[in-house]
């Protein structure tokens, strides 16, 4: 039996509730999204007693379908004042599912300031403990310590950052070697458990049911079908390039289409690109041998396996992961182009619980405000540090790119409701940009990643320059996405989906198989636009509106080499995402 | 003239046909006036079924693109990530 964890941390309780039925086909970001919208007053302060921070496995989450160990975070972003989900692919995700957990809802505060908990849930049920000792740790301590004391469990945990309600904490969850490496990462969801006294949870799964399938028949046909497509197409099969180089095989493309944004989105190309491009660091990690490696899963069952392990030049353990977006944030877009030191970044956002998108982008603006020079990664190195120790500069750079742009005047912020941009140019890549400015996530490129077919010619072929027709393709691209974030699969199965339409097919099987449902391939995007418009609801009813769909203002009238282009979609085109929804 | 000269960077899995052969994916090389991007492939002996497109000069071009003096290509497999 599926139920619904409800923990409060003014009365200091976990009770377990039978899953309403207007709940019953929801997963991942649709439950989060409809709880936030259902029980969080949209008015609400992020870090106060009335917010929430609920947990969901996604719907196909812990059974055999490959690729599916998502589990989503929501709640109202201390980043952007609206509605968040921040999703991760790991082994808790899978176990909280075999569980039956539908879903956490953690909500009050402790009544003394300054206390934290660690929520304990096995097989007999759950409970609240004192965590006053794992404060103040870094991750990679605090999972020795939990190994040390649990032994074989999973856990989510927010770090000193989200201790300190940094607006940049993510919520950060053990890959499947226990590493503090999966993450939640976006819209501030970690300062939202700090701000609950909620340290981390602690999930012993042994002894678990597994998740109950309705019609196992249809489930196997779907997986069967979605299994074939993932080891077919050449992005995700094994051995393809995700699986060989990792994420970062971006770099270089993105880097030739002049779309990859260089020092705080001043450029659309990076000298130093091949120096930490995917080709560059698959080469490193086989030349130092030792516990490097690439083809690495975040969790069991993956088909596609685009993580990878950091090894120094003596071939120890750096870090996990060197993926796309960290590898751009805390590289190109600093100027930096020493990929240990890079990876020395990503380890200190992994340990400090930051994410690493917004770190690198906030370092960015601050190195524009001239604290350190672009290119200089000891002084960046530094500075993140800050974060940690709670120093004054450190609380200011923790609260994101925006917030730091405001307190040291700086204009050229590339953030959308106050979260800052992805690796994406929106001056040289015009769809993408729709997705930040309109997501109801504040800028996100996994919102609606139209990067598939303006730039990699996945799912079709559009010029990234041309603004013509884009609303609707980010359109499209959101709704497919809601959907994808409630079925636990992760995002990366649709390059082969949108390719091959009987992966897509599949897919929807497997979804029906386990709820009941009797869903088409059609229905993907309506079912995806309802979740969308129910957190597009909750943003209007917090303040956030048609102004806030809009580019920060420096891209309207700069020009980005090597293009020149600005960003020249139409207000009118923006709105028309949601106003023709 | 009836030759000029073009910069080639083969990425990921296609570095294995630069003909300056081992890590180097970077590469000038001459060819005819009037040569394609199609072409071009033939001359590295690359297997169409390899490559998944081009940008030349920034801009995403087809297969039969005639090549200009000073071209700066870049090929590429499949590739995603995000």
């Given at each position: 039996?599926?139920?619904?964890?409800?923990?409060?941390?003014?009365?200091?309780?976990?009770?377990?509730?039978?899953?309403?039925?207007?709940?019953?086909?929801?997963?991942?970001?649709?439950?989060t999204?409809?709880?936030?919208?259902?029980e969080?007053?949209a008015?609400?302060?992020p870090?106060?007693?009335?917010?929430?921070?609920?947990?969901?496995?996604?719907?196909?989450?812990?059974?055999?379908?490959p690729?599916?160990?998502?589990?989503?975070?929501?709640?109202?972003?201390?980043?952007?004042?609206?509605?968040?989900?921040?999703?991760?692919?790991?082994p808790?995700a899978?176990?909280?599912?075999?569980?039956?957990?539908?879903?956490?809802?953690?909500?009050?505060?402790?009544?003394?300031?300054?206390?934290?908990?660690?929520?304990?849930?096995?097989?007999?049920?759950?409970?609240?403990?004192?965590?006053?000792?794992?404060?103040?740790?870094?991750?990679?301590?605090?999972?020795?310590?939990?190994?040390?004391?649990?032994?074989?469990?999973?856990?989510a945990?927010?770090?000193?950052?989200?201790?300190?309600?940094?607006?940049?904490?993510?919520?950060?969850?053990?890959?499947?070697?226990?590493?503090?490496?999966?993450?939640?990462?976006?819209?501030?969801l970690?300062?939202?458990?700090?701000?609950?006294?909620?340290?981390?949870?602690?999930?012993?799964?042994?002894?678990?049911?597994?998740?109950?399938?309705?019609?196992?028949?249809?489930?196997?046909?779907?997986?069967?079908?979605?299994?074939?497509?993932?080891?077919?197409?050449?992005?995700?099969?094994?051995?393809?390039?995700?699986?060989?180089?990792?994420?970062?095989?971006?770099?270089?493309?993105?880097?030739?289409?002049?779309?990859?944004?260089?020092?705080?989105?001043?450029?659309?190309?990076?000298?130093?690109?091949?120096k930490?491009?995917?080709?560059?660091?698959?080469?490193?990690i086989?030349?130092?041998?030792?516990q490097?490696?690439?083809?690495?899963?975040?969790?069991?069952?993956?088909?596609?396996?685009?993580?990878?392990?950091?090894?120094r030049?003596?071939?120890?353990e750096?870090?996990?992961?060197?993926?796309?977006?960290?590898?751009?944030?805390l590289?190109?877009n600093c100027g930096i182009?020493?990929?240990?030191?890079?990876?020395?970044?990503?380890?200190?956002?992994?340990?400090?619980?930051?994410?690493?998108?917004?770190?690198?982008?906030?370092?960015?603006?601050?190195?524009?405000?001239?604290?350190?020079?672009?290119?200089?990664?000891?002084?960046?190195?530094?500075?993140?540090?800050?974060?940690?120790?709670?120093?004054p500069?450190?609380?200011?750079?923790?609260?994101?790119?925006?917030?730091?742009?405001?307190?040291?005047?700086?204009?050229?912020?590339?953030?959308?409701?106050?979260?800052?941009?992805?690796?994406?140019?929106?001056?040289?890549?015009?769809?993408?940009?729709?997705?930040?400015?309109?997501?109801?996530?504040?800028?996100?490129?996994?919102?609606?990643?139209?990067?598939?077919?303006e730039?990699?010619?996945?799912?079709?072929?559009?010029?990234?320059?041309?603004?013509?027709?884009?609303?609707?393709?980010?359109?499209?691209?959101?709704?497919?996405?809601?959907?994808?974030?409630?079925?636990?699969?992760?995002?990366?199965?649709?390059?082969?989906?949108?390719?091959?339409?009987?992966?897509?097919?599949?897919?929807?099987?497997?979804?029906?198989?386990?709820?009941?449902?009797?869903?088409?391939?059609?229905?993907?995007?309506?079912?995806?636009?309802?979740?969308l418009?129910?957190?597009?609801?909750?943003n209007?009813?917090?303040?956030?509106?048609?102004?806030?769909?809009?580019?920060?203002?420096?891209?309207?009238?700069e020009?980005?080499?090597?293009?020149?282009?600005?960003?020249?979609?139409?207000?009118?085109?923006l709105?028309?995402?949601?106003?023709?929804? | 003239?009836?030759?000029?000269?073009?910069?080639?960077?083969?990425?990921?899995?296609?570095?294995?046909?630069?003909?300056?052969?081992?890590?180097?994916?970077?590469?000038?090389?001459?060819?005819?006036?009037?040569?394609?991007?199609?072409q071009?492939?033939?001359?590295?002996?690359?297997?169409?079924?390899?490559?998944?497109?081009?940008?030349?000069?920034?801009?995403?071009?087809?297969?039969d693109?005639?090549?200009?003096?000073?071209?700066?290509?870049?090929?590429?497999p499949?590739?995603?990530?995000?």
């Open positions: 039996m599926a139920y619904i964890v409800r923990v409060n941390m003014t009365e200091g309780t976990v009770k377990f509730e039978e899953v309403p039925a207007k709940y019953r086909t929801l997963g991942g970001r649709a439950l999204s409809r709880i936030v919208y259902d969080v007053p008015t609400c302060h870090l106060g007693p009335n917010n929430k921070v609920v947990f969901a496995p996604g719907i196909v989450t812990g059974t055999s379908a690729s599916s160990g998502r589990i989503s975070v929501g709640g109202k972003s201390p980043l952007t004042g609206g509605i968040k989900e921040a999703n991760a692919g790991t808790a899978q176990s909280l599912a075999k569980m039956g957990v539908k879903a956490i809802i953690v909500e009050g505060r402790p009544r003394e300031k300054g206390q934290f908990f660690l929520l304990r849930l096995n097989k007999d049920g759950g409970s609240l403990e004192p965590a006053g000792d794992l404060v103040g740790l870094g991750l990679y301590d605090f999972a020795r310590r939990v190994k040390e004391r649990y032994g074989d469990v999973d856990f945990v927010t770090g000193p950052a989200g201790e300190r309600f940094l607006s940049m904490a993510g919520v950060c969850f053990n890959d499947k070697d226990d590493r503090p490496s999966r993450y939640a990462g976006r819209g501030g970690g300062a939202v458990m700090g701000a609950k006294g909620l340290k981390g949870i602690v999930i012993d799964s042994s002894g678990a049911p597994g998740v109950q399938v309705a019609d196992p028949d249809l489930f196997k046909a779907g997986q069967r079908k979605l299994v074939e497509a993932l080891r077919e197409h050449g992005v995700t099969k094994p051995g393809g390039t995700l699986n060989a180089y990792g994420t970062a095989a971006l770099i270089n493309v993105l880097n030739e289409a002049g779309g990859l944004p260089t020092r705080n989105f001043s450029a659309g190309r990076f000298e130093g690109a091949g930490i491009a995917g080709e560059t660091i698959a080469e490193i086989s030349r130092r041998k030792g490097g490696a690439t083809g690495h899963a975040c969790h069991p069952g993956c088909i596609i396996q685009c993580s990878n392990i950091w090894a030049p003596d071939g120890s750096h870090v996990s992961c060197l993926e796309y977006e960290s590898v751009w944030a590289g190109a182009d020493d990929i240990d030191a890079v990876a020395e970044l990503i380890w200190i956002c992994n340990d400090t619980g930051l994410d690493t998108i917004e770190a690198g982008v906030t370092l960015g603006v601050a190195m524009e405000a001239g604290l350190i020079k672009f290119g200089d990664a000891q002084g960046a190195i530094n500075l993140l540090k800050e974060c940690a120790k709670g120093t500069l450190g609380y200011i750079i923790g609260h994101g790119a925006a917030f730091t742009g405001r307190a040291f005047g700086v204009t050229r912020v590339p953030a959308v409701k106050g979260q800052g941009m992805p690796a994406y140019e929106p001056r040289a890549v015009k769809g993408i940009g729709i997705t930040y400015m309109t997501s109801t996530m504040g800028a996100d490129h996994t919102a609606g990643y139209t990067i598939a077919p730039i990699l010619s996945v799912g079709g072929k559009a010029d990234p320059l041309s603004p013509v027709g884009k609303a609707e393709m980010s359109r499209d691209f959101q709704a497919t996405t809601a959907f994808i974030d409630s079925s636990g699969y992760c995002l990366f199965t649709t390059f082969a989906l949108l390719d091959i339409p009987t992966g897509m097919e599949g897919m929807v099987e497997t979804v029906n198989g386990v709820l009941g449902t009797a869903w088409t391939t059609e229905d993907v995007v309506r079912v995806g636009k309802d979740i418009k129910q957190e597009r609801s909750f209007e009813a917090a303040g956030l509106g048609k102004a806030h769909d809009r580019p920060p203002e420096f891209m309207r009238y020009p980005l080499p090597p293009h020149n282009s600005v960003y020249d979609v139409p207000d009118e085109e709105d028309k995402v949601f106003g023709e929804m | 003239m009836s030759t000029l000269k073009v910069d080639v960077r083969l990425y990921a899995t296609l570095s294995k046909y630069s003909p300056a052969g081992g890590e180097s994916r970077s590469f000038t090389m001459e060819v005819e006036r009037g040569t394609t991007l199609a071009l492939y033939e001359i590295l002996r690359i297997p169409p079924g390899e490559i998944k497109q081009a940008f030349i000069n920034g801009r995403r071009v087809e297969e693109y005639v090549l200009q003096d000073k071209d700066e290509i870049g090929v590429f499949p590739v995603a990530g995000g």
